[in-house]
């Protein structure tokens, strides 16, 4: 037995009072939420197969021009290697993208750095001040934090970028390999053309994964101990990796 519609009742009238009825209901809803999928959900760019493949995304934010991007990847190095990586400041031109030069400057504190990136016309070159803490989650996880703050006065040649956010996740795996997640969020000020905030979203994270990934090979990254790291940028406890980690060829 089925409902019937009656127009002049009020609403109430209009649910499902059957199991048949609750099924097609559920059914319905469930195809309507599915049919417009949120315009704040991840789209993949790259889906890189295997180990050390890189996969992409990026999503929309509301009111920014540049999508949200993150990547992921994972590498037969370190959490320490990468970790040396991500505080070697003067190198940061040789991964990160359009990166053209990187310095930490004298007269602030030690977590401050100075990225200045190339222009692509018709866009002005750009540059930020970031702050940098590195902390690590009671899951084992290793976060390194960077931010747009205040405190270097204004380039007249370059766009000063009003936001920055960007973390990196890093999961210590066996056998000395680690897995690179990564996440930003940029405002790149003044005007920014279309193609290039597209271009920013897409590109931004392959290259930097892939940089990342070229850089590594450097020996000098290839540390044993935290004793070799900037400990000014980190917060909280040591860092306590897992027995496991640091034994080369270990499942």
Sequence with gaps: MGTTFN??????????TTRRDCLRWTLLTALTLGA???SWAWEAIERGEGREGIRTWVRAVPGQAVKQFRGETEV?????????????????????????????????????????????????????LIRTRITQTPDGLVHVRSQAVD??????????????????????LPGEWTR????????????????????VST????VTLQGIQKRLRHPAYQIRSLKE??????????????????KSGSP
């Design 180 to 199: 690179i997640e990564f996440q930003t969020q940029v405002d790149l000020g003044g005007q920014v053309p279309t193609w290039l905030a597209n271009l």
């Design 7 to 16: 127009p002049d009742a009020d609403d109430t009238t209009m649910r499902p």
């Design 76 to 128: 037969p190095y370190s959490v320490l290697a990468v970790l040396a990586l991500l505080a070697d400041v003067p190198n940061m031109k040789h991964w990160v993208f359009q990166c053209e030069a990187a310095s930490s400057p004298k007269d602030l504190p030690a977590d401050r750095m100075h990225l200045q990136f190339k222009g692509l016309w018709p866009a002005d070159p750009r540059d930020v």
């Design 229 to 246: 790291l900037p400990m000014h940028l980190f917060d909280g406890p040591p860092l306590v990796l897992p027995p496991d980690h640091l």
């Design 203 to 206: 590109r931004a994270p392959l």
């Design 151 to 172: 405190g270097l006065p204004v380039d007249p040649a370059r766009v000063r970028m009003p936001m920055l956010n960007n973390t990196f996740k890093l999961t210590p």
């Design 36 to 38: 417009a999928a949120p």
